[in-house]
């Protein structure tokens, strides 16, 4: 007879986990940039964000597009900037090493040494580039001196994530 209330498995008998009949997969969440200027002969501007749900890239691209043609009717030149996958390995992207150098003073001269590798997921070297960057810029060890070395695409069966790995210079900037 039932009293009304939940009780525990009886001793000896494992709780019953059902699984779902599907796994669903995380939506793919994108984040894009929209630029602005206000005549063709100004830099653009960051106008602003938003965050874009849509299963790949150039979907993701298209829905950006869409949204920025509904608010660019104010005689502004508007453009899509940045495209920032918020997962690694979202359709559409590759994973990218960049890698980040310094020169060092030295008795005969100076000396290129590498001081930051990181690698990103971005849709294109370009990307690549400006994602590395922001990520870099925001180290407190991070100087203004150091410069993009090197964007290599890593190969398509690469299973690394998003990191970093961080040389000291041998002389600080």
Do not use: C, N
Not at 35 to 59: K, Q, Y
Not at 93 to 101: E, K, Q
């Amino acid at each position: 007879m039932s009293d009304g209330r939940r009780h525990p498995p009886t001793a000896g008998r494992a709780p019953v986990h059902r699984m779902p009949d599907r796994q669903e997969t995380p939506p793919a969440l994108w984040e894009v940039t929209f630029l602005r200027r206000s005549s063709p002969g100004r830099a653009p501007r960051i106008a602003g964000r938003m965050r874009i749900e849509a299963p790949s890239a150039v979907r993701a691209h298209e829905a950006a597009s869409e949204r920025m043609s509904s608010f660019a009717d104010d005689g502004s030149i508007w453009s899509v900037g940045l495209l920032r996958p918020l997962a690694p390995g979202l359709p559409g992207t590759h994973l990218y090493r960049v890698i980040f150098a310094a020169w060092v003073e030295e008795e005969t001269g100076y000396r290129r040494e590498d001081v930051l590798a990181t690698e990103v997921w971005a849709t294109d070297a370009e990307s690549a580039r400006r994602l590395a960057r922001q990520k870099a810029e925001a180290l407190p060890a991070y100087r203004g001196a150091w410069r993009i070395r090197r964007v290599e695409r890593l190969a398509s069966g690469h299973e690394g994530l998003e990191g970093m790995t961080m040389r000291a210079p041998a002389v600080a900037a």
